[in-house]
T-cell receptor, first 116, second 108 residues
Framework: DAGVTQSPTHLIKTRGQQVTLRCSPKSGHDTVSWYQQALGQGPQFIFQYYEEEERQRGNFPDRFSGHQFPNYSSELNVNALLLGDSALYLC???????????????FGSGTRLTVV | RKEVEQDPGPFNVPEGATVAFNCTYS??????FFWYRQDCRKEPKLLMSVYSSGNEDGRFTAQLNRASQYISLLIRDSKLSDSATYLCVVDGNYQLIWGAGTKLIIKP
């Protein structure tokens, strides 16, 4: 049973560029949440997708956008990259909207983005 | 004030010692609490949930004090493999709210 899969694992981008990160949820899960973890910090919630809609959003600018597809996979897009966007981007999937770690909230291994 | 606060450490502890971490949270309405472990450059992994009655899992004990809004984690008989960053997490309605983590280094 495949867990949460994220791609790519690493990438380097230049300031001002755009990037797309991908996440395939664990089999049977329908909700995807994205987090940004800067070096030395805890993860920060970006947004959550359920039924192909953005349901909740954290304190991130509109440069951060996403999408969820009918197969529940998701993309995170970041436009006009800044040096401060360098971070580990984590995707978590769950069975139902608002599920907690007690009920199968599962993280992928993340995408490490470096902006130069 | 941050929603979840932890001492960043690092805690340098000899193998076999007992070490305790504390974490405070600001939202008194929070219902669910967790400790995660994160190894260097890896994703965080759930270590244990935290209940008001306290819970134990082998060498690890977690406690919740709702009145004082703090959460603790105790590690007994520490092993070299316990070296990691320990993150305190509060369930915040559709999202997890994380502390910045406490780095633990176990020395032989």
């Amino acid at each position: 049973d495949a867990g949460v899969t994220q791609s790519p694992t690493h990438l380097i981008k230049t300031r001002g560029q755009q990037v797309t990160l991908r996440c395939s949820p664990k089999s049977g899960h329908d909700t995807v949440s994205w987090y940004q973890q800067a070096l030395g910090q805890g993860p920060q919630f970006i947004f959550q997708y359920y039924e192909e809609e953005e349901r909740q959003r954290g304190n991130f600018p509109d440069r951060f956008s996403g999408h969820q597809f009918p197969n529940y996979s998701s993309e995170l897009n970041v436009n006009a990259l800044l040096l401060g966007d360098s971070a580990l981007y984590l995707c978590a999937s769950s069975l139902v909207e608002g599920a907690t770690p007690n009920y199968g909230y599962t993280f992928g291994s993340g995408t490490r983005l470096t902006v130069v | 004030r941050k929603e979840v606060e932890q001492d960043p450490g690092p805690f340098n502890v000899p193998e076999g010692a007992t070490v305790a971490f504390n974490c405070t949270y600001s939202n008194s309405a929070s219902q669910s609490f967790f400790w995660y472990r994160q190894d260097c450059r890896k994703e965080p992994k759930l270590l244990m949930s935290v209940y008001s009655s306290g819970n134990e899992d082998g060498r690890f004990t977690a406690q919740l004090n709702r009145a004082s809004q703090y959460i603790s984690l105790l590690i007994r008989d520490s092993k070299l493999s316990d070296s990691a960053t320990y993150l305190c997490v509060v369930d915040g309605n559709y999202q997890l709210i994380w502390g910045a983590g406490t780095k633990l280094i176990i020395k032989p």
